[in-house]
């Protein structure tokens, strides 16, 4: 029997018991072993829960789950960044395997994790935190053996992907489709989270220095959410017949490398764009395998519990990869190469448009509106160079929304 510390009983959480407890016989049946939670760290131990549960098998005393010696396997799944660290930490010290769907965790602390892990011979499998049910980091650490990886790019937020699928298909208010999202348990604990594009962010750190086996920090990617979009660009990338997506993604370059999160907008025949609601899709370029394409729900209840349970059967049937999967590569950051044709709609007082619309001029290959809003596709240009202008412009970062055009 397999002993199982679970820490967190939110969605995530949920999930993991109900899979466990429906598929037990198939589990004992087909890796030899029972798995089973011995107890479940929570913050509130008076909350009132959905799912039956033995008598006593809630705690909010972390150390009596650690302390307990029939518990080998940690799984972290608070979405708490520093306490899930030390929870994560102390685990590993005490010579117990981790598996986390904590993304926020694992890009903050992933160097030392990942080599405290390698040191202690133990597992730290971290699946669910890119991509939800999508396998995507066995397989790009499987590939990563025979492979360079160059490029991963991919829409890695299911509940940004699902608001402007929302907007766009469905003609839904922002607020509403971000309260579906929550309601359907896709949403982080504060969503801002998701719609400032720092969920993305950190997916895209995971991944990219996986991909590429050098450090790609949270601090390396531009950055540029979604909460910004209104019905009125909606309507505007409609009419050039787009479509918009939340891309993150890391290239390598001859010199080094670009990272960057934006809103992208890219044709309706495009991969990306026929990924809609709370889909993720994740793309990677291999110098032999060539493209790799992974799609499938990239949050919820069930589809992530069952990526974390998909680490401890790894951990159970002694699958995974061994080591530190992390590379030493140093590489340059050349994000201030990155170059498109952008959107840029900018919403002022009237009286403010005349000046800003003869300053953006010589950037604008394509007028899209000037009243109410000014809407332009600009030349191709660098992204901070757009950001220069408008902050000489002294634009309020709330007054203008901008996308990458990608063909
Ligand atoms: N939801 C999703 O679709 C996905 C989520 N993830 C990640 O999975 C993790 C869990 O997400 P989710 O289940 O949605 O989160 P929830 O907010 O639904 O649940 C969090 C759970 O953790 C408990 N908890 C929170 N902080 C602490 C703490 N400091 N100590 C002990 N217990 C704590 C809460 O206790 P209590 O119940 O008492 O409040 C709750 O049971 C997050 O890291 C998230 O980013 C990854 C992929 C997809
Ligand atoms: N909030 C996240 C959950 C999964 O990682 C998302 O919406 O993708």
């Known amino acids: 029997m397999v002993g199982i510390g679970l820490l967190g009983l939110g969605t995530v959480g949920t999930g993991v018991v109900e899979i466990l407890e429906e598929r037990q016989e198939e589990l004992k049946f087909l890796i030899g072993e029972e798995i089973k939670i011995k107890k479940i760290l929570v913050k509130n131990i008076d909350k009132k829960r959905e ?193 918009i997506k939340l891309i993150g993604e890391v290239k390598e370059l001859e010199d080094g490398f670009i990272a960057v999160v934006q809103p992208t907008i890219m044709k309706e025949s495009s991969y990306f764009a026929n990924v809609d609601m709370a889909f993720n899709s994740i793309v990677f370029l291999g110098n032999n395998v060539g493209e790799l394409k992974f799609s499938g729900l990239g949050a919820g209840k069930l589809p992530t519990a069952n990526a974390v349970l998909a680490d401890i059967v790894d951990i159970v049937e002694d699958t995974y990869r061994k080591g530190n999967p992390l590379g030493e590569r140093k590489l340059n950051n050349l994000n201030e190469k990155l170059k498109a044709e952008y959107y840029l709609r900018i919403s002022l007082p009237e009286e403010q448009e005349g000046k800003v619309f003869k300053a953006i001029k010589n950037i604008s290959k394509k007028l899209l509106s000037e009243k109410e809003n000014i809407a332009i596709i600009t030349n191709e240009i660098e992204y901070l160079e757009i950001i220069k202008l408008l902050s000489s412009l002294e634009i309020d970062k709330n007054n203008y929304f901008i996308a990458r055009i990608i063909k």
């Open 51 to 243: 799912i039956q549960l033995e008598e006593n098998i809630i705690t909010s005393d972390y150390n009596e789950i650690l302390n307990c010696e029939d518990i080998s396997i940690i799984v972290e799944l608070t979405g708490d960044l520093d306490q899930g660290y030390k929870y994560i930490k102390d685990a590993l010290n005490s010579g117990k395997d981790v598996v986390t769907a904590n993304k926020a965790v694992v890009s903050k602390h992933f160097e030392e994790l990942s080599s405290l892990a390698a040191e202690k011979d133990l597992a730290f499998l971290y699946e669910a935190s890119v991509g939800g049910g999508i396998p995507i980091l066995k397989r790009l650490k499987g590939e990563l053996i025979l492979n360079k990886i160059t490029e991963v790019q991919g829409i890695l937020n299911g509940t940004c992907n699902y608001i402007l699928s929302s907007m766009f298909n469905k003609g839904l208010d922002y607020n509403e489709a971000l309260k579906i999202a929550q309601d359907m348990g896709y949403a982080e604990a504060d969503p801002t989270a998701d719609v400032e594009g720092y969920d993305t962010l950190r997916k895209l750190r995971i991944l990219g220095t996986l991909a590429l086996q050098g450090k790609i920090d949270e601090s390396d990617i531009l950055l540029e959410g979604i909460s910004k979009i209104t019905p009125f660009d909606i309507e505007q990338i409609k009419s050039i017949d787009f479509i």
